[in-house]
């Protein structure tokens, strides 16, 4: 009944949006369970609202175009024809990009980003309900979870710098998870394990096994990504599941999250059966708050979804070194996403200006510069909201064609691993190699390591040592464990001299721990978590940094202060180390034996104890003592 | 500040009360050298004062001339000779095991330390306190923090602090042990005078000449016990509690009531389990004062009054100054929270360890209570038991608090084995004396053996390391009980006599029932 009588109002709001709407172009129209109830209790705001909204979405369109004209500056080399609709922009936007860059090594590498943004304010008291591009689950998440930034990735196979340079993001293997709440949180560690529990669900990973055991609150590494300079660590947790197997089943709700799902745009090429046959696969959401103009005015909520993918095209290729996006991925692309805004592949052809390393069918004449990671780039460009980029056949199926094989990758700046030294089960010694590959400048850089309890750290055995001396950190953080319920972390703040390797080693002792505190395969061993390495590095080329500036998504993840050097976050290995064991398959006899022991000492002393020491007599023979019975029941005296 | 010389007057309520009022430090290790020399003493506290008054926070209690001391030097000279010597010798050999190569192995075995005693521990604490992270908040740490506060100071001595706590358990141990000889032929003296013995006892009678190197024996079967130098050369801060207890031991057999109830307390202090002495404490102080064990009588229980005043006041202004050191009770659960509920299951030579990886999860808590009443119960019927012995029964407690402690090390048992030359005149009715010593010095052996094994060859596992541990604890066990039996016997011969006869005059052999 209540639905009939909301119906009129209902259709005369749906009628007076729509009208609106039609001017904007847009696709689509739902309205949401709570407008009903505002459009019932005063339609006349309700339509005022609607009017205000579309007033403000053109002011933003406005703005956008100023942004675009900085973009085709930077892309000024080719005349780009650019013939966008005037739409007024609705105020959530979605971008989806995908980089290619060939590596020195004859893989390929592959990063995809989805980004999302939307302005609206997740905080206020009004629940936002009203989910066109945003992922409803995700949104809800930030609301139910006052969370500040979000930034979760799931990690197979380990990132070869020395071989494949820096990564557009970084991420350790397994899983990780690092939170910013907003400070209106009361109890952070109920909700950071109310939120695991919820992103477990969500991404059908095993986040549930974030607990306090493997959950630290980094004092300076993990500072905040967009805007809000909130610094109080506490609203900071930081975990990661070193052993966490991504699989299909975590790519799947991945790719839901995206508005085209995987049905058109870049995300078709997003096949599993290709995806996971790689040497490297990483899949990243990440949600931030960020400056939507360069006053910092309006604020929106970004929602940026990455998969990084390393196929290793050269040795599997048939010994060919070609590769193709349907080689890669089994597909090729054939429409962008109607939903985005913009759709552009790159292709990083920085090291081959003149055609010499390798061949690019189809040709673009489209080129783009960009800054990232200190190092200015060229990338041809590929825009599949233009028709004329599948060419006459319908499809796009970019190929390279390797031409030679040589070719000097720039060595990363700044590069670290780590292992573990010694022998036996008893003890043992995490060494971390930080090497600064810079010719002339030294850089200052802050490692996190986040080691578990059952290796007991022992912080007074830390080295630093660079070239043969002692290279005392400027900052320590240090929080011992607590047996069962923190691990230990350490943060530190390194100076790494120009050129060098920079060693640091601690001593650890290995815990004996309960039987049931191990893994059903415990002599597979205990791994532990990458070290985190972030660093400012000296660029050679000046910074951009405007963070509002249009530019490639793949170049503006991380916010850059200065001109002169640009953030670095480089992970470690994990480490696998093992453990001594207890025989799983006699608990029964050790509690046993063990009793037997303590009752032989209780038993021994109560003899003692209790008894007197008497003169042994005879005992009497069976006979007699029989008779003495039958006589004490007859009452007689005995024998 | 001013040093306070208070002759020790047997009114203690009154000398409490007094010391209440007093800014002093206490420096633990000066007792020995007090007991030494009594010209030192004057001159030596005032320096400590001094120093206490830079470095102490808080204020605490001095004693100067508690100590009564015997009556000629000369005599003193005569005797310590050989002690001198087997000091010289001891410290020779501690300082030579330091220099080698030998000493870091040592460190590291598990048998030597444990998570509470262990150096390495020690070092990290003071490393987190430079760092400015409370030692307590992590779980590495877990020494009381009168240690961290001793070490603050000489941590770069600590080598010679050992070495020095050795010396002065034994020192202590001698001199206790020679009071109590004294005290054993003077009592056997009188029963002999009394006609209390049978006749056929003669055999059993102590001479004066067997009993004379008797405290010397038990100073060497500390300073030379292998268990006691490796312990030493880990730097095992399981000395320190052994020079504590063997504080209390001698200023118990001297008869010092005040003394006795704070090196109790200061042994209590650094692990739990010392409690169990308050019992043969007070048993032997009411003997050497005359007062009877008897509940109905009025002086008893004034006596006891007296002594747990004394014993729980110096505790509770141990443990004040505890916090004030710290400005926290975070010491609390990680020094006495960690040795009552065992939450370190790292290998040693106890019952706990393998027993608590593989226990049931929910039956933890109640084998946890079971193992750690264990611990304690003993004390009440080896009370009553021995009552009139409470030397002997204060060895039973050592061993029985070594053998069945959460985290023993071979530093404890050293403790107690130090004894068992006062009680050479019982090997006559000891019954498995080959067999014991054999199994332990077997199990000695086949620690690090099955150890390595386990650990770096991984062609044993846990449970071979296990079962050294048991038949080690075992060993003890027979060893404890064997002498408990050769004391009671002895005692039922001198009553009865030592040659039994049946009913029938043949010859009887003693049982128990």
Not at chain 1, 66 to 88: F, M, S
Not at chain 1, 258 to 277: D, I, M, Q, R, T
Not at chain 1, 434 to 462: A, C, G, K, Q
Not at chain 2, 99 to 108: D, F, G, K, N, P
Request: with cysteine.
């Amino acid at each position: 009944m209540a639905a009939h009588r909301c119906c009129f109002p209902v259709w005369l709001f749906i009628l007076c949006s729509f009208s609106l709407f039609i001017i904007a172009g847009s696709q689509e129209t739902t309205v949401a369970p709570e407008q009903h109830a505002s459009v019932l209790d005063n339609p006349q705001t309700a339509a005022e609202t609607a009017e205000q909204t579309a007033g403000e979405s053109g002011g933003v369109e406005e703005r956008r175009w100023e942004g675009t004209e900085v973009r085709d500056a930077a892309a000024q080399k080719q005349a780009e024809p650019a013939v966008l609709q005037p739409t007024p922009q609705p105020k959530d936007d979605f971008q989806e990009e995908l980089v290619v860059r060939p590596l020195h090594s004859g893989d390929i590498y592959a990063s995809f980003q989805f980004r999302t943004l939307w302005e609206t304010d997740f905080m206020r008291g009004n629940k936002v309900s009203h989910y066109r591009l945003f992922p409803k689950s995700l949104g809800q998440v930030i609301s139910k979870f006052s969370v500040r930034e979000l930034h979760i990735s799931f990690t197979q196979g380990y990132w070869r710098t020395m071989q494949w340079g820096q990564p557009y993001l970084p991420s350790p293997p397994g899983a990780e998870l690092w939170v910013w709440f907003q400070d209106s949180v009361t109890d952070v560690d109920a909700t950071w394990k109310e939120l695991t529990n919820v992103l477990s669900g969500i991404f059908c990973a095993s986040l549930n096994f974030i607990d306090s055991t493997n959950t630290v609150q980094p004092s300076a590494s993990f500072k905040p990504l967009g805007i809000g300079n909130v610094t109080d660590h506490r609203f900071l947790r930081y975990a990661t599941l070193p052993r966490e197997i991504v699989c299909t089943e975590n790519l799947t709700p991945w790719k839901k999250l995206l508005p085209c799902g995987s049905k058109a745009g870049l995300a078709v090429l997003l096949k599993s059966e290709k995806l996971f046959h790689s040497s490297f696969h990483s899949q990243a959401v990440h949600i931030r708050p960020v400056c939507q103009d360069w006053q910092c005015k309006t604020t929106s909520w970004e929602l940026r979804q990455t998969l990084n993918v390393v196929f290793d095209l050269h040795n599997s290729g048939q010994g060919k070194r070609e590769w193709s996006l349907f080689k890669m991925f089994s597909r090729t692309l054939t429409e962008a996403c109607p939903l985005a805004s913009s759709s552009k592949i790159y292709i990083d052809i920085t090291d081959n200006p003149e055609g010499e390393q390798f061949e690019l069918s189809p040709a673009t004449s489209l080129l783009s510069q960009a800054m990232v990671l200190g190092d200015r780039r060229t990338f041809s460009v590929y825009d599949l909201t233009q028709q004329d980029t599948f060419g006459s056949v319908r499809s796009l199926n970019l190929l390279i064609r390797w031409k030679s094989t040589e070719g000097d990758m720039l060595r990363p700046l700044l590069h670290a691993e780590r292992y573990v030294a010694g022998y036996g089960l008893q003890t043992g010694e995490i060494h971390t190699l930080m090497y600064n590959h810079h010719p002339y400048r030294s850089f200052p850089v802050l490692l996190l390591d986040s080691v578990p309890w059952y290796l007991r750290l022992y912080i007074h055995t830390l080295t630093v040592t660079s070239k043969g001396k002692d290279n005392k950190p400027s900052y320590i953080h240090y929080q011992p464990s607590k047996d069962r319920v923190r691990p230990h972390l350490l943060e530190m703040l390194v100076q790494l001299p120009p050129n060098s390797v920079t060693e640091v080693t601690v001593q650890f002792e290995r815990a004996l721990l309960k039987w049931t505190e191990y893994t059903p395969d415990p002599n597979h061993g205990f791994y532990v978590g990458s070290s985190v390495i972030s660093s400012l590095v000296p660029s050679t080329v000046a910074m951009d940094t405007n963070s509002t500036r249009e530019r490639p998504l793949f170049s503006s993840f991380f916010p850059c202060k200065e001109e002169s050097s640009y953030f670095v976050r480089v992970y470690t290995e994990p480490l696998l180390v093992n453990l001594p064991t207890p025989d799983f398959s006699m608990p029964y006899n050790v509690i046993c034996l063990t009793c037997t022991v303590v009752a032989v000492g209780y038993g021994s002393l109560y003899n003692l104890l209790t008894r007197s020491f008497q003169i042994e007599e005879p005992s009497p023979g069976l006979a007699k003592r029989i008779a003495n019975v039958i006589r004490k029941m007859r009452g007689v005296p005995p024998l | 500040m001013e040093l306070l010389k208070i002759a020790f007057c047997r009114n203690l309520f009154k000398f409490l009360c007094f010391c209440r009022g007093l800014h002093s430090g206490v420096v633990v290790s000066t007792f020995a050298l007090q007991l030494e020399n009594p010209w030192f003493t004057s001159r030596l506290s005032r320096d400590l004062s001094a120093w206490s008054l830079h470095v102490l926070p808080v204020h605490a209690w001095v004693f100067s001339r508690v100590l009564r001391l015997p009556p000629t030097v000369q005599k003193y000279a005569e005797m310590a000779a050989p002690l001198t010597l087997l000091l010289v010798l001891a410290v020779t050999i501690r300082a030579a095991l330091f220099r080698s190569s030998l000493a870091e192995l040592i460190a590291e075995r598990v048998e030597v330390v444990s998570p509470i005693t262990a150096w390495k521990r020690v070092v990290e604490g003071l490393a987190l306190l430079d760092l400015g992270v409370s030692p307590y908040s992590g779980d590495v740490f877990h020494e009381t923090p009168l240690i961290i506060y001793l070490f603050h100071f000489v941590v770069d001595y600590a080598e010679i602090t050992f070495m020095l706590a050795d010396v002065i358990t034994a020192v202590a141990l001698y001199m206790a042990v020679k009071d109590y000889n004294k005290q054993v032929f003077r009592k056997q003296k009188f029963a002999l005078e009394a006609d209390r013995y049978p006749l056929d006892c003669l055999e059993l009678i102590r001479s004066p000449k067997e009993m004379y190197y008797i405290p010397l024996k038990v100073a060497m079967f500390y300073l030379l016990n292998p268990f006691t130098i490796l312990s030493c050369v880990a730097k095992s801060t399981c000395g320190l509690n052994n020079a504590v207890v063997a504080l209390f031991i001698f200023s118990t057999i001297k008869g010092n009531t005040l003394l006795s109830a704070i090196f109790l307390c200061l042994a209590t202090y650094q692990s739990i389990y010392p409690l169990t002495l308050c019992a043969p404490a007070m048993l032997y102080l009411m003997q050497r004062q005359y007062i009877p064990v008897n509940f109905r009588r009025a002086s008893f229980w004034w006596f006891i009054a007296q002594y747990l005043f004394m014993y729980l006041g110096s505790l509770f202004v141990l443990i004040c100054l505890s916090f004030f050191l710290l400005g926290s009770w975070d010491y609390m659960p990680s020094v006495y929270g960690f040795i009552l509920s065992v939450p370190d299951l790292t290998p040693n030579i106890g019952l706990f360890w393998y027993f608590f990886a593989e226990m049931f999860e929910h039956f933890r808590l109640f084998f946890l209570c079971v193992f750690q009443i264990n611990v304690f119960f003993y004390t009440i019927p080896l009370s009553v038991k021995l009552k009139e012995h409470p030397v002997f029964l204060i060895f039973m407690q050592l061993a029985v608090i070594s053998i069945f402690k959460s985290y023993p090390t071979v530093g404890d048992i050293a403790l107690y084995m130090a004894f068992l030359p006062v009680w050479s005149h019982l090997y006559r009715f000891l019954r498995n004396t080959f067999l014991v010593s054999c199994v332990l010095l077997a199990c000695s052996t086949l620690f690090p053996v099955l150890w390595h094994l386990w650990i770096y060859a991984g062609s044993a596992n846990s449970n071979f390391y296990y079962a050294i541990t048991l038949l080690f604890n075992v060993a003890q066990i027979l060893l404890v009980s064997d002498y408990f039996y050769a004391f009671l016997r002895r005692e039922h011969h001198l009553t009865y006599g030592l040659y039994l006869k049946r009913k029938d005059g043949s010859e009887a052999t003693l049982v128990l029932k």
